[in-house]
């Protein structure tokens, strides 16, 4: 549709003045720049797997690939519809409809190159959270891959803190993501003394009973931030589980040693406490050869009135769509995708916190498409699927 509605459009003759719109006008270092720069070069860079943007010859080459992918919506890669409940930076997430149009129409019109002089840049990468107060990292690490390729280690850090303080930020530090499958920073009930080694210890995908997850970070992910005043208590010598889940999915993987961790700001006092909770259907089994097969949970909220800052939507590779909601005095959509990257799973935190009420109905739905012939069954392994929403929240105010 949209492509059809920039071939439609004539181009102006030259120096006829005419309002943008005929491709011909358009050019890379003026106006595609700026959108590549804000949407795609977080994953277009030299160190990813997708081509670079960074040589402006290249994406010259590629003018066509990019219209076809951005026109059948593609690329950028599914993220929550912003519609649903806006977040922060999701204007670097979703395209607009004219920044789409304006790629087509680029693309279209013979992607000229232009003059360097009129070089538009846009926002590039977001920054980093840090720097940080504490930085929790195991031993390096070379992943031990089992026959199906996952390797899960956790190392107990411990944060340093003599009185009680509280997490404000958290930002994964991935050193090697090419074998890092996800993060996740657990606040464990007890650490034994066979848990405290430097060299980590083997353990499961979905923690052990009495970790509650702190952070999460899976291929694309972003940080995690409180609003002024919250904040994830710890008790005085705290010590956290750093989870890494190590995925062989190339040859030399397993020669590579890692040493991921993670990033934290921190506060010695705050006005409300951060908890979190996972929501989700577990135990399904996804049959072979199914399109759009949705599995789902509605769990009812049992706590005092709390607000929602932030969600982490996760699933594993055969994941098509994600829908998180919850109905109480009203019905409020709190993620919706319409589609899933595995290489692009954001945490949202919500511009304006959603509020929950004891008895409020939380419904977590996840669908699939399952093309082989074996079912996929729930489960921590890559080849098995998930489907989880975890929230993040503070009491109301
Ligand atoms: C979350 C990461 C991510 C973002 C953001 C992203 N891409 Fe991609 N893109 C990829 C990956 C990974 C590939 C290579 C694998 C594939 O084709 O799926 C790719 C492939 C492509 C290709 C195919 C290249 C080829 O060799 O044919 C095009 C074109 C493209 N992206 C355009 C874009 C554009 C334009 C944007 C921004 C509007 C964008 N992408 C944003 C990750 C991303």
Redesign the pocket.
């Given at each position: 549709m949209l492509l059809l509605l920039a071939f439609a459009c004539p181009s102006p003759a030259p120096d006829s003045g005419s309002p943008p719109g005929g491709g011909a006008e358009l050019t890379y270092y003026h106006d595609a720049k700026p959108?590549?720069d804000r949407?795609?070069v977080?994953?277009?860079t030299e160190a990813?797997?997708?081509?670079s943007?960074a040589d402006p010859a290249d994406v010259v080459a590629?003018a066509s690939?990019?219209a076809?992918?951005?026109g059948a919506g593609?690329?950028?890669?599914a993220a929550p519809d912003p519609s649903c409940r806006d977040y922060e930076n999701s204007d670097r997430?979703v395209?607009a409809d004219s920044?789409r149009e304006t790629?087509l129409a680029w693309a279209e019109g013979g992607a000229a190159l232009g003059d360097p002089a009129d070089q538009v840049d846009g926002p590039g990468p977001l920054a980093s959270i840090g720097p940080f107060d504490v930085e929790l990292r195991g031993e390096p690490y070379q992943p031990e891959f089992g026959a199906d390729g996952n390797d899960y280690r956790c190392f107990a850090l411990p944060v340093g803190n003599e009185s009680v303080v509280y997490l404000t930020g958290l930002e994964a530090l991935v050193d090697r993501p090419e074998i890092v499958h996800h993060v996740v920073l657990f606040e464990p009930a007890a650490v034994s003394e066979s848990q405290r080694v430097p060299e980590g210890f083997s353990c499961s995908g979905f923690g052990e009973a009495g970790w509650t997850v702190v952070g999460a970070w899976a291929?694309?992910g972003t940080p995690l931030w409180f609003p002024e005043g919250a904040g994830v208590p710890l008790r005085a010598g705290a010590e956290l589980i750093l989870q890494m889940h190590y995925f062989n999915s190339f040859d030399g993987a397993d020669q590579i040693v890692d040493q991921s961790g993670y990033g934290l700001l921190t506060a010695d006092s705050v006005e409300r406490e951060v908890s979190t909770l996972p929501y989700g259907p577990t135990g399904f089994s996804i049959p072979g050869g199914s399109d759009d097969y949705e599995v789902s949970d509605t769990s009812r909220y049992r706590g005092g009135d709390a607000q929602i800052l932030a969600a982490f939507p996760h699933m594993h590779e055969t994941g098509v769509g994600f829908r998180m909601s919850v109905e109480g005095e009203s019905d409020q959509c709190l993620v919706d995708m319409n589609g899933w990257?595995f290489?692009?799973q954001l945490l949202p935190v919500f511009n304006e916190p959603m509020s929950l009420t004891s008895g409020d109905k939380v419904t977590t739905t996840c669908i699939y498409d399952n093309p082989d012939s074996q079912d996929v069954t729930f489960g921590e392994e890559t080849g098995n699927e998930m489907c989880f929403g975890f929230v993040w929240l503070v009491p109301a105010e």
């Open positions: 959108i590549l949407s795609c977080r994953c277009h990813g797997t997708a081509p943007f590629l690939a990019i076809g992918y951005v593609t690329m950028p890669p997430y395209l920044d790629l291929s694309g990257y290489h692009n």
